[in-house]
């Protein structure tokens, strides 16, 4: 099974810079986007292609901002959108899509760099995350895959002395990632590539990616229990038309 992960940074944006071309070649199962940016209703514009049926949520609350959506050939056996807790829903940023080995998420997790506010909101919304992605484990292994807004620790970031007190790179932020880690969430591109110098993110307003200085803040999660399956774990770097680029994951499904 091929999956990708996309934070696309408006999704209208990015179908007029070949979205629809690279889907078409990307041979992909399932391909989650993030930052779609559409307003509710808006989806119906954007119904799949003859390969993939789609699904998405959007933000309630704030007109043009997050919303997520997938891109699949088989149906799932269930979906869920946002988290199970209310105090956490109307941004638009989960979806759960149940398949026969797992399930899957889709995930934006908040920008803490708007103020001590939004730091705190998504501190919290990566317990919240967690706290249910451990209730789902006991019936089915996960994966999780999306834009984290955290460079887990100084290989994912080019400037990580300098970026030490920036959201992004905050120590608590990079401690829910280690607490992460440690309930058996593996970071599946570290099991192919160790070194740093992979980025997955570059400011726009620094021309950042004609320097590669960049992040890495999109992943793919498995719980361990998949690890075994996992096949192949990439940055495809070279997909222009966002701020972020592509990540993949070949896994082995029944």
Known sequence: MRLFSWNVNGLRSVV????????????ADVVAVQESKL??????????TDR???????????KGYSGVGC????????????LPDPAFGGEGRLLQLEFADFYFFNVYFPN???GPDRLAYKLHYYEAFLAHAETLRRTKPIVVCGDFNTAHTALDLKNAKANEKNSGFLPEERAWLDRFVA???????RLFTR?????TWWDYRFRARDRDVGWRLDYFFVSEELTGKVRRAWIDNTVLGSDHCPVGLDIDCS
């Open 183 to 189: 309930a058996g969430y593996v970071d599946t591109f």
């Open 16 to 27: 007029q810079k070949g979205f629809w071309d690279w889907l078409a070649a990307s041979d």
């Open 39 to 48: 307003q509710p209703g808006h989806e119906a514009d954007f119904p799949g």
């Open 52 to 62: 993939y049926q789609t699904v998405w949520t959007s933000s309630t609350k704030k």
């Open 112 to 114: 803490g760099g708007r």
């Open 195 to 199: 070194e740093g110098g992979h980025y």
């Open 71 to 82: 891109f699949y050939r088989t149906a799932p056996l269930s979906l869920a959108t946002e």
